[in-house]
């Protein structure tokens, strides 16, 4: 079986404008960025994403649900939960929902501490993110 055709797991920071993605790599160990996807509307949205499930063998996917610090759930967590379950339905994939409040925080702290210009960030910030939100998700899982 060739690395693509491993099963993998995708996970998504799902924004307004941009969606981040991330890769677990062959094992499940570790997140690798993937992309940065520019949104348009929902069709080409899931084209783009159906997409990279074929060519990755992706068999499951974890979405960032960005929750208040207090838990309760923010604007952006109602429209990343409808988005997850517009992906179940979809692609008859298990979606993941995982808690990822502070993941933009800590992507800017992880390209401060790697001297990345704070120029051109934006283009790379939400799969520093995704990275986070599927590593966070990876680790719960080898730990159990």
Known sequence: MSTAEQPRILGLDVGDRRIGVAISDPLGYTAQPLLTLSRTNRRNDL????????KHAVTQIVVGNPLYMSGDLSPQA???????????????????????????????????????????????????????????????????
């Open 47 to 54: 084209r783009s994403l159906a997409r990279l499930l074929r």
């Open 78 to 144: 109602v429209k990343a939960q409808a988005f997850a379950e517009l992906l179940r339905t979809e692609f008859q994939l298990p979606v993941h929902l995982w808690d990822e409040r502070l993941s933009t925080t800590e992507a800017h702290r992880h390209l401060d501490a790697s001297g990345h210009a704070v120029l051109g960030r934006k283009a790379i910030i939400d799969q520093v993110a995704a990275v986070l939100i599927l590593q966070s998700y990876l680790d719960a899982q080898s730990n159990r």
